[in-house]
């Protein structure tokens, strides 16, 4: 080998290193970038996953406390209603008791007290005679009216007006009230 052919092949030599090393150095540059995008596009997606999983769980949260809230309004509306039921069953057991004849004359006088001019008092048989000596002193006919068990009614003249004032009528207008002080007393 010549000298020329000796310098030749080492510039060869050189050139193909020199292109090596720069086609080295690119295919680190492109390496390094596809890292940085793919990091990128990772992290990107990582966020966008972490984020779905908040909205997630603050949708099953919501959803949660949504249900739990239904639930303690339904129960509490299940107690009330059973609290409304003992009352009703309570009043329902009046009549047997002692004062029973007292009250029906009281529920008699608001009704009577609501009309100017009233002529008859109806009210259950059995209350009938509880209001025997009220009809007779306000010279008031009595009339029979079984469904009027826990209450009466004040018959104004000629039968155009009335005035019922029964116990189950009262707590049906008075429930809303009653209720709420029922669960402020049950929940505070």
Known sequence: MSKL?????Q???AEIQALLAEA????????????????????????????????ALRRAESAGELLLATLRAEARGEMLGEVKARVQAALR?????????????KLAEEA?????????????????????ALARQ????????????LGVRAIGKGSRTQ??????????RAWDALSSRVAQVLWG
Not at 5 to 9: N, R, T
Not at 118 to 128: D, G, M, W
Not at 138 to 149: F, H, Q, S, T, V
């Open 5 to 9: 052919e000796a310098i030749l092949s």
């Open 11 to 13: 510039e060869v030599e």
């Open 24 to 55: 080295r150095g690119r295919a680190e540059a492109l390496r390094r970038e596809a890292e940085a995008k793919t990091s990128a596009l990772l992290e990107g997606r990582r966020r966008a996953l972490e984020a779905a999983f908040q909205a």
């Open 93 to 105: 057991e009046l009549p047997s008791r002692p004062e029973w004849p007292e009250v029906v004359r």
């Open 112 to 132: 009577l007290s609501a009309l100017p001019e009233p002529e008859a008092l109806a009210s259950h048989p059995e209350n009938l005679p509880h209001l025997e």
């Open 138 to 149: 306000r010279n008031l006919e009595l009339r029979a009216d079984p469904a009027l068990r």
């Open 163 to 172: 005035v019922e004032n029964a116990l189950e009528g009262r707590l049906e």
